[in-house]
């Protein structure tokens, strides 16, 4: 067996791509949402989350607008995290909630979906 003179190097490889092909989020998002989820991830922490719950909310208003109980809880959680996120006060929240509510009406609109009696809740 001839001897190696140098040192190999310990990790994988520069620029593998293998986590991101196969990794956790793979199996969860299409490859459109990939892709999504890739260009919004240029940052780390909460924002990886806050980022993927966004391209899902979006899935979900694509491919089922009926589904308003699941659109309404990933929206309260994506609330939470942005308000975990940039640690926004209480008095803050309403003015928080009003803003979701604004970005998913600017979502909703453009695919013909109609959400306005659920984020008056």
Do not use: C, W
């Amino acid at each position: 067996m001839p001897e190696s003179t140098g040192k190999r190097k310990r990790g994988v490889p520069r620029g593998n791509q293998n986590a991101r092909k196969h990794g956790y989020y793979s199996r969860v998002l299409d490859e459109a949402e990939q892709l999504d989820f890739e260009l919004a991830t240029r940052v780390e922490g909460l924002d990886d989350e806050i980022a993927l719950l966004r391209t899902k909310i979006i899935s979900v208003l694509r491919h089922s607008p009926e589904r308003m109980d699941l659109i309404m809880q990933a929206t309260n959680t994506l609330a939470r995290l942005v308000r975990t996120r940039y640690n926004i006060s209480k008095e803050d929240k309403k003015s928080l909630k009003e803003a979701v509510g604004n970005v998913l009406r600017d979502i909703a609109l453009p695919l013909g979906i109609s959400i306005g009696s659920f984020i008056d809740k």
